[in-house]
Every structure is written in structure tokens, then in C-alpha cells.
């Protein structure tokens, strides 16, 4: 098993300095991982860096980050300027209130939105959904939060997403767990699992995978595959 070919090499905190992007973006090249995961506003330039040097790493761009709370409007123009921008892969906030609710009808429709906006840019754009699972696991019963992570993952394959996500990494709940995992693979079907928020050593990255993810997000990549002890500063 390649782990760093499953790594979003990730830089998504509010101070970070464009030498700290260009860094990541070395680092993602010296081990081989799957994507860097930035805001929108270094897109443009690690795409371009990525592409330069023939580089197999994609570029990831969060968008709605990290609370999904604006308009899904504002999310749909985020969107088309990340995939404008050269994005490969775009990681959207899902709508919390309407993830707690479960209505598969509107979570498609806001999803499937999102998807047709970037895909109309770049056709082969790879789109991931994230939830908040941790949030939508809080202060319920196993059932209820079953039900809402099998809506989550049920409107993300009707709407055409490609992944399914569990965590910002920034909100308060927590970030991805092993439960989590579990269900998200049990309802996913043919669509992908991304861990994301607190996997911060090789142990913690092989129990993600182990549980059903196909792609992790984290901030400690590095230390990861040197199997050393790494942060979780996003």
C-alpha cells in the first residue's frame, strides 16, 4: 500500500505564507502524494507550479471553508474561479443546518450545483463533499447519526460527487474518527471516502484507511510516511 499516493498534502490555516505553500509543494513532490490542498487564493499559483514541472500531485481547493455557511451562490462562483484557477480536485463545505436534517432532495440539489459549476470548467474536476461527520455524530443516538451520515453520502451520489468528506479539520466537533469512517464507506457505495482532521501519525492514517478511506487529508504528510509524530496544524 502507497499511503502517500492517498495524502492531500494540506496548508488550509488563515496565516499561511506563500513560502510555507511553495514548501508543501516540494514536499508533496519529494513523496509522491496525491494532491496539495490550499485556499483558493494559491491556486493559481501551485497549479502552475505543479504543471511546470509535469508533476503527477494534483491541486486541491477548498471552497466554502471552513464553515459552508454563505450562499451556495457565493460557493458556486468560488467553484468556477478555483476550477478557472487550474484546480484538479475542489473540497466544498457542505450546508451543516440541511447536513443535519438529512433531506437527500435538497443536499442532491445544493451538491449537484456545485458540481455541474465546476465540471462545466473542467470536465474531469474531482469533487468532494465534506460533512462534518464528527458535528452530525454529536449528542444523538447511533441511529440518528446513521441516518444522517447514510443522507450525506446517499445525496452525494445522486448529485455526482466524487467524495465524500468527513471534517474541515477546523470545527469545534472534531475531526474524522474511525466510527465515521465506517459508516461513510457502508454508505458511499461507488463513491470515495476522505479522511480528514486529526491524523497526525502512520498509526492514525492506516486505522482511517483500514475503516474504508480511500484518501486522507492532513497537514502532517511528512511525518506521516517518515512514520514520525506530526501536528494538527491545518
Request: aromatic fraction near 4%; hydrophobic fraction near 45%.
Amino acid at each position: 500500500m502507497d499511503i502517500a499516493r492517498m495524502i492531500d498534502h494540506t496548508l488550509l490555516k488563515a496565516e499561511a505564507h506563500r513560502t510555507e505553500v511553495r514548501k508543501i509543494v516540494d514536499e508533496a513532490m519529494i513523496h509522491g502524494f496525491a494532491s496539495v490542498c490550499v485556499n483558493g487564493s494559491f491556486v493559481k499559483s501551485v497549479s502552475k507550479t505543479l504543471r511546470a514541472r509535469s508533476s503527477s500531485v494534483k491541486t486541491c481547493s477548498v471552497v466554502g471553508f471552513p464553515l459552508g455557511a454563505m450562499s451556495e451562490n457565493v460557493k458556486k462562483m468560488e467553484a468556477t474561479v478555483a476550477a478557472k484557477d487550474g484546480s484538479d480536485e475542489i473540497d466544498f463545505v457542505g450546508n451543516l443546518p440541511a447536513l443535519v436534517e438529512g433531506d437527500v432532495e435538497v443536499l442532491r440539489e445544493q451538491f449537484a450545483t456545485i458540481v455541474k459549476e465546476a465540471r462545466a470548467v473542467n470536465p474531469e474536476i474531482v469533487v468532494k463533499v465534506i460533512i462534518e461527520s464528527a458535528y452530525l455524530m454529536k449528542d444523538v443516538d447511533d441511529a440518528e447519526a446513521e441516518r444522517r451520515i447514510a443522507a450525506a453520502c446517499q445525496a452525494a451520489i445522486e448529485g455526482g460527487v466524487d467524495f465524500v468528506k468527513t471534517s474541515t479539520g477546523f470545527h469545534g466537533a472534531g475531526g474524522a474518527t474511525v466510527e465515521a469512517v465506517a459508516l461513510m464507506r457502508k454508505h458511499a457505495g461507488p463513491i470515495k471516502v476522505k479522511a480528514s482532521g486529526g491524523i497526525r501519525n502512520l498509526d492514525d492514517a492506516k486505522r482511517m484507511i483500514d475503516a474504508g478511506a480511500d484518501r486522507l487529508g492532513c497537514s502532517a504528510g511528512v511525518q506521516i510516511v517518515q512514520g514520525l509524530e506530526g501536528s494538527d496544524d491545518y
